[in-house]
């Protein structure tokens, strides 16, 4: 009997500690769409899409939060980027690359870099990221979504994945409603 109770909650440990998890269910598509935050842009007077983020957290005990933004102009051109901001404890990773799909991400560009609070366990340290992605990037990947890998000098990675549920709640906004 003892062996099933610790079976039983090795199980379900494991289970709650899956992470970045794959399976998402169809109602979050209305969830994104409906948290996607649309405003005006005052420099270029076009829009500024900015979808939810999705929160998650890596076997490194780094804290990933991320989403996609667009901005639109007045003409309607379109520009899109995967905003990351990974926040971790330990000394400076200084990321520097991408992978989109286990390809090299040629627009990755490092925004911030910001050390935090110290105590303890050691400062807390964040760096935001941003990575320029097409219109037929995202299209091409709504059905199943797409996966991207960050990695840092010092030899540290983080694998994101972006849902296809999220793709096609976020670009339903985008496109707005159709008449």
Do not use: H
Not at 49 to 67: K, L, V
């Amino acid at each position: 009997m003892f062996r099933m109770i610790v079976l039983l909650i090795v199980g379900l440990g494991l289970i709650a500690c899956r992470g970045n998890d794959k399976v998402v269910g169809a109602w979050e598509i209305d969830d994104v769409y409906r948290s996607t935050i649309i405003s005006s842009n005052p420099t270029t007077g076009g829009k500024i899409y900015q979808g939810p983020p999705i929160n998650t957290m890596d076997e490194a005990n780094t804290y990933e939060m991320f989403s996609l933004r667009t901005e639109q102009t007045q003409q309607g051109a379109k520009t899109y980027e995967l905003l990351i901001l990974l926040t971790y404890f330990s000394p400076w990773r200084y990321y520097e690359s991408a992978n989109l799909l286990n390809k090299p991400a040629s627009t990755f560009k490092v925004v911030s870099r910001e050390a935090g609070v110290c105590e303890q366990r050691g400062c807390v340290y964040k760096e935001l990221m941003a990575i320029q992605v097409t219109d037929a990037f995202l299209r091409e990947n709504m059905s199943k979504g797409f996966q991207v890998t960050i990695s840092s000098k010092t030899g540290i990675s983080s694998d994101l994945f972006v849902p296809a549920q999220y793709l096609k709640g976020y670009l339903k906004a985008v496109d707005g409603p159709k008449n």
